[in-house]
C-alpha cells in the first residue's frame, strides 16, 4: 500500500498547471480517486501536479441563466451551495451523498468525472441536468456536451494535456424539478445503483424529462424510454409506474460480488421509480 516514488509540483493557476502537464504527468486535486490507485500500484506517474490551491476553480458562482461550478469545488461546498439548492436539487443531493464527511471536503467534482468511476454519483446527476463540460488545455477553452463526455469504462472525452475547469448548469424548468437517489455499497458508499431525475411540467403534464443511472453498466447512462413514455403525461405514480419498463434494455449490465446483473437489473427500474415519485 506504499505508491512508487513520483516529483511533485504545485500549480497556483491554471496556466500553471496546464505548462506542467506533459508525459507520464497526473493531475492531483482532492486526490481521492487518484491516490487509492497510487498506493495500489495500477497508477505510477513520474509526476503529480497539485490544482487542489488553486481558488479560481473552486469558486460556484451564479450567472443569471446559468450557474458555473469550479471543476476544483468540492462535494460539500456544492451540496451547501444555496443557489443550487434553488436550482437544482439533483446535485445537491447527489453531493450530499458521496462518501462521508472527510471525502465530500476534500472530494472535487472535476476529479471525479475525469477518473469516471462507473459507481460514482456525479455522472447521473450531470446526465439528468444536461450540463456543459468545460475544458481548458494550452490551445484554449472547449465546451462538452455531458451525453457526449462519458465514453465508456473509466473513459471519457478528456484527452492529454487537458483539465476540467468548470461544469455549467442551466436554470430552467427540469433542473428546478430534480433528484436523485441511491441504492448505496455500505462501505464505499459508492453507488450499486444510483438514478438521477430532471422533469419540466407545464399545464399539468411533462414537457420534458431527463432520466439517468450509474452503478449499473460500465458508464452512466440516459434512460430515453422512461423519457419519452413520460413525455405529455400527467405526472403522478400511476403514469411513473406505467413508463418504468426494462431500464437496462440495451446496456450491460455489471455482476460483482455485491449485486448479480439479474439484482442490478430490479434495483435499476426500482430506483428510477422512487428518484421519480421523489418529485411528486
Known amino acids: 500500500m506504499i505508491p512508487t516514488s513520483f516529483n511533485y509540483k504545485k500549480a497556483n493557476s491554471i496556466e500553471e498547471a496546464l505548462g506542467l502537464l506533459g508525459e507520464d504527468v497526473q ?58 439548492d434553488l436550482h437544482c436539487q439533483v446535485l445537491v443531493q447527489a453531493a450530499g451523498a458521496i462518501g462521508d464527511i472527510q471525502v465530500r471536503n476534500v472530494g472535487t467534482i472535476g476529479g471525479s468525472i475525469a477518473h469516471a468511476d462507473p459507481a460514482a454519483d456525479w455522472p447521473a446527476a450531470l446526465l439528468a441536468a444536461d450540463a456543459k463540460i468545460v475544458i481548458q488545455s494550452k490551445k484554449g477553452k472547449r465546451e462538452v456536451d455531458v451525453d457526449q463526455f462519458f465514453k465508456g469504462f473509466y473513459e471519457t472525452a478528456l484527452e492529454d494535456g487537458e483539465i476540467i475547469t468548470a461544469i455549467r448548469i442551466a436554470k430552467n ?16 458508499r459508492f453507488a450499486i445503483v444510483g438514478c438521477a431525475v430532471a422533469v419540466e411540467v407545464s399545464g399539468g403534464a411533462v414537457k420534458a424529462a431527463r432520466v439517468a443511472l450509474t452503478g449499473v453498466g460500465e458508464s452512466a447512462y440516459r434512460v430515453t424510454s422512461v423519457e419519452k413514455a413520460l413525455v405529455g403525461q400527467a405526472l403522478n405514480a400511476a403514469t411513473i409506474d406505467a413508463a418504468v419498463g426494462d431500464v437496462t434494455e440495451g446496456a450491460e449490465v455489471m455482476s460483482d460480488h455485491y449485486a448479480s446483473a439479474k439484482y442490478r437489473a430490479h434495483l435499476a427500474s426500482v430506483y428510477v421509480k422512487r428518484a421519480l415519485k421523489k418529485l411528486l
Open 27 to 84: 493531475i492531483l486535486g482532492g486526490g481521492h480517486s487518484l491516490i487509492p490507485t497510487l498506493k495500489l500500484r495500477l497508477n505510477a506517474p513520474e509526476t503529480l501536479v497539485d490544482i487542489s490551491k488553486i481558488a479560481a476553480i473552486k469558486e460556484i458562482k451564479d450567472n443569471d441563466k446559468s450557474i458555473t461550478i469550479g471543476g476544483g469545488a468540492t462535494h460539500g461546498s456544492i451540496h451547501a451551495n444555496a443557489d443550487l
Open 173 to 188: 424548468g427540469l433542473n428546478a424539478n430534480s433528484a436523485y437517489v441511491k441504492f448505496k455499497q455500505p462501505a464505499s
